[in-house]
C-alpha cells in the first residue's frame, strides 16, 4: 500500500512569498496529482507528473522519481492562493484509483 | 466548470435509509471514478468504471455498490446508512482508463445521515 506524507499541514504566509509543499510517497508510482480544493469543497486538478516539472501560471510542480518525492511551488502568492493541497499518486495503468496524502491548509494572508 | 454533474448537491437523511448518488461524466470521458472525503479519513478512492465495465475496487464497504450506465452516467447506491457514511462523495471522470490522465473532478454530493 502506498502512503502519502504531505508537509506542512498547515502553512500561513503573507501576500507575495514563495510557498513550497512537499509530497512524499512509499513505493513507485505511475503518476502524482496536485489537487487544490477550496472551501466550500470544489476540487480542482492543478497538474499530472510522471516525471521531471511542469509549470502553469504561478503555479510549478516537480517530481523527482528516485527520491518519491514532489514538490508544488506558487511564486508571487496571493489571498486567492488560500485553499487546501492535496497530492494523490496513481500506481500501475488503472490498477486502482489514487492514494491521497491528508492535504495542506494554505492561507494567503493580505 | 469541469463538466463533471454530480446530484444531489446536498442529503440529509436518517440511519437505516439507502440513497443513490449520481454522476454525469465529461463529455467524451469514459472513466468514472468514486471517492469518499470524511473529516477523520481524508479522499479515499472507492470504485472505478470503465466504459460500463468495473475496474478497480478500493475501499468500498459492502453495503454501497455502484454501476456506469450505456450512457456512461454512473450511479453510487448507499444502503443501511450509518452516521459514518456522513461525508463529501465526489465522482471524477477521465477520458482512458489509466490514473495517468487529467482528472475532472465534480462538485461533489453532501450526505449527512441524522
Known amino acids: 500500500k502506498n502512503e502519502v506524507e504531505q508537509s506542512p499541514q498547515n502553512l500561513t504566509a503573507q501576500e507575495g512569498e514563495f510557498i513550497t509543499i512537499n509530497c512524499s510517497y512509499s513505493?513507485?508510482?505511475?503518476?502524482l496529482h496536485w489537487l487544490q480544493q477550496h472551501p466550500g469543497g470544489g476540487i480542482v486538478s492543478l497538474f499530472m507528473l510522471s516525471s521531471g516539472k511542469k509549470k502553469h501560471g504561478r503555479l510549478i510542480a516537480t517530481i523527482n522519481i528516485q527520491e518519491k518525492h514532489s514538490s508544488l511551488h506558487i511564486t508571487a502568492s496571493h489571498p486567492r492562493d488560500s485553499a487546501v493541497y492535496i497530492c494523490a499518486v496513481g500506481v500501475g495503468g488503472g490498477a486502482d484509483g489514487l492514494t491521497f496524502g491528508k492535504g495542506t491548509h494554505l492561507i494567503i494572508q493580505p | 466548470d469541469s463538466g463533471v454533474t454530480q446530484t444531489p448537491k446536498h442529503l440529509i437523511t436518517a440511519t437505516g435509509q439507502r440513497v443513490t448518488l449520481r454522476c454525469s461524466p465529461r463529455s467524451g470521458d469514459l472513466s468514472v471514478y468514486w471517492y469518499q472525503q470524511s473529516l477523520d479519513q481524508g479522499l479515499q478512492f472507492l470504485i472505478q468504471?470503465?466504459?460500463?465495465?468495473?475496474?478497480a475496487k478500493g475501499n468500498i464497504l459492502e453495503r454501497f455498490s455502484a454501476q456506469q450506465f450505456p450512457d456512461l452516467h454512473s450511479e453510487l447506491n448507499l444502503s443501511s446508512l450509518e452516521l459514518g457514511d456522513s461525508a463529501l462523495y465526489f465522482c471524477?471522470?477521465?477520458?482512458?482508463?489509466?490514473?495517468?490522465?487529467?482528472?475532472?473532478f465534480g462538485e461533489g454530493s453532501r450526505l449527512t445521515v441524522l
Open positions: 513505493v513507485g508510482i505511475s503518476a
Open positions: 468504471y470503465y466504459n460500463g465495465e468495473e475496474r
Open positions: 471524477a471522470s477521465t477520458l482512458g482508463v489509466a490514473n495517468t490522465g487529467e482528472l475532472f
